[in-house]
């Protein structure tokens, strides 16, 4: 769920961005203002434009470009829901078919256990161990 949030978090802030970027830029003509808006969220997946406003603005400086985009963003809720619910679910699978040999929290707690095994076997893989390096005089 953690490194969801992060997903959402880091994306709102480049929506967040492109937005103000986007508020920024002044167009020639609608079609041009809305191609914009339509690129805007092609890239991102936990975010809706909501509400699009292609406005003209008077200016008395730049009478080439009087068009500006107003662009209202959400959370696609739904999406997200379904990302929460798939969120740590993975598959565990066994050849002991007796559920009363084994429970499915038995095989999860056996599951996670091998961890703390592999990692008591780590340094062997370490190469800085030397394992290859030890040499017997004999045998025996």
Known sequence: MKNLDKKIQ???AEVNKQLRTL?????????DAQTAKRKLLNNFLDHELKQINVQEVE???????????QVQV????SKIELEKKRAGRFILATNILDRMELTKEEMLSKYKGQQSVERGFR???DPLF???????KSPH
């Not at 508020?23 to 079609?31: L, R």
């Not at 200016?59 to 985009?69: A, G, L, Q, R, W």
């Open 10 to 12: 880091k994306e709102r």
């Open 23 to 31: 508020k920024s830029e002044k167009f020639a003509c609608i079609p």
């Open 130 to 136: 030397l394992t290859d390096s030890i040499f017997l």
């Open 74 to 77: 959400n959370l696609r809720e």
């Open 59 to 69: 200016s008395k400086y730049d009478t080439d470009f009087p068009y500006e985009v």
């Open 123 to 125: 340094f062997l893989k």
